[in-house]
DNA sequence: CCATGTCAAGGTCAC
DNA sequence: GTGACCTTGACATGG
């Protein structure tokens, strides 16, 4: 099992996310934010590899405005380099990664022209994986969308769209279940008819789900993981006491996390801990797990 | 230099 | 039908 958290880490001082406003878009601009964000980028594995975190999410913001019409910059050529390099240092320690785009990728929307947005980022994701030299284990994770007032269309209309979507971007896309429309139960009714492998949120399933316990719940979006997908994925977080519901904490629940541990006891995944505080509580995780599986032996 | 309003993108829900 | 909210940091402007 490898352990992870998304995009940022907050103790080296810099971020592979930089960006800038599309008003002051100029090709050099978008150069040197890339440079800093793939320098930035490095930084941060190394930092993960030397404090066994080798389970990381890539933000979406590395190459901006790299799905917007705007861009004419051929990054992956541009930064081939680079980009294999940092790869290649993934392969070498045995890394995870995985991609989570945002809200804007909606492929079941009736818009069509969201839908086209919605693939170029897509496409976008998966190129950056592709130059990297990342195999079919790295994942692109996202929601199924939106619900427009009937859930069954709006499912259909999912696995239409993604039955006709580039293999590159198939081999590589997983959904999740999210906090108030699509449950697991509906992931998994997706992908039984089209083979798309499901990830498990904790707290999404804690806001949302059909009374299944979490172990079992578990146990069957692992089901849709195959060989080629490598391990499964599950994304941890716990609710955020007094806030909304759904909402991040903003350090590890240690004793939310030993329950989860508990009933999750024999199981084989990567853990994404989608928490505030990001590396903070993963190594907190990290030391706690490693104190459970001792206290076991 | 610092504070504050703003940023490519969608969708849902309350009113 | 309209506006707040999700979620989020960092950009960029204006004082």
Redesign the pocket.
Known sequence: MKIGY?C?NTSIG??S?????????SEE?LRY?IR?NLKCLEETLIYNQQHNLLFFRMG??I?????????KVDWADEFQKELESIGNFTKKYKFRISMH??????I????K???E??I??LE?HSKLMDTMKLDSTCKIQIHV?????DIYS?MDRFMDRYSGLDEKIKKRLAIEND???FSLRDCLHISKRVKIPVIFDTLHHECNNNNEPIGKAMESAFKTWKRKDGIPMIDYSSQKKG??K???TESIDTKHFRDFLEKSRGLDFDLML?I?DKEKSALKARKIMGSERSARV
């Open positions: 998304p940022i810099c971020t996310n930089r960006t800038f406003r599309l008003k002051s878009y601009k934010k800093m979406s913001g190459i901006p405005f790299a799905s917007h019409p705007i861009c785009p945002d809200q804007f990728v909606v079941n929307s009736p818009d022209s969201v839908v947005r919605s170029a980022e976008y969308g939106g619900k427009y007032g709006a906090d108030r429309l806030a909304r759904g909402s991040h989608e505030k």
